[in-house]
Nanobody, 121 residues
């Protein structure tokens, strides 16, 4: 089975930085798109950033210029560097990946359990 485990969340003051990490484990042949989503209290889960297997990136307008997504295929990991954090960035952050478990198998979507990020004003 495949698992995604996030780490790096916490409490930070406005203007500060955090770096989130997400490591995949289990039976993995290839990882396609990797992404970060977030869900604030009382709101639906929203897209934050994604990175393709070719390292193309895309960001939500609300985080563009402040957040940077990166990946390390050898470590089966994806990262989110978050700078100039704002109180409105407070949310549970979820890792997402499309993973192929074996040659010829279809890609399947996996989610991590989430890590809390709280930005105080």
């Amino acid at each position: 089975q495949v698992q995604l485990v996030e780490s790096g969340g916490g409490l930070v003051q406005a203007g500060g930085s955090l770096r989130l990490s997400c490591a995949a484990s289990g039976s993995i042949f290839a990882m396609n798109v990797m992404a970060w989503y977030r869900q604030a209290p009382g709101k639906t889960r929203e897209f934050v950033a994604h990175i393709t297997s070719g390292d193309s990136t895309s960001y939500a307008d609300s985080v563009k210029g402040r957040f940077t997504i990166s990946r390390d295929n050898a470590e089966k990991s994806v990262y989110l560097q978050m700078n100039t954090l704002k109180p409105e960035d407070t949310a549970v952050y979820y890792c997402y990946s499309q993973i192929q478990m074996a040659p010829g198998r279809a890609l399947a979507a996996y989610w991590g359990q989430g890590t809390q990020v709280t930005v105080s004003s």
